[in-house]
């Protein structure tokens, strides 16, 4: 999931994650003010949580529709 974001989000998830820097270090490491990591950071995870939800919801999909008409 993590290749679908853009290179702006991802670099921020990939230093703050994987690279265990804090925020105020990836600002500094980017040269960007700290309130757009802020912004970069907050908009990733969104954009991460919708694709796992996206994920889970498309693959119980046929799982569902099978009980659904089990139950008729």
């Known amino acids: 999931m993590l290749?679908?974001?853009p290179l702006?989000?991802?670099?921020?998830v990939v230093l703050r994650y994987y690279q265990d820097c804090t925020l105020e270090e990836i600002a500094h490491l980017l040269k960007i003010?700290?309130?757009p990591?802020?912004?970069?950071h907050?908009?990733?995870l969104k954009r991460l949580r919708h694709?796992?939800?996206l994920h889970s919801a498309l693959m119980?999909?046929?799982r569902r529709i099978?009980?659904?008409?089990l139950k008729s």
């Open 66 to 69: 099978s009980q659904l008409c």
């Open 42 to 44: 907050h908009h990733a």
């Open 60 to 62: 119980g999909a046929p």
């Open 37 to 40: 990591v802020k912004s970069r």
């Open 8 to 12: 702006k989000l991802k670099e921020v």
């Open 51 to 53: 694709m796992s939800w």
């Open 3 to 5: 290749k679908a974001l």
């Open 33 to 35: 003010p700290l309130g």
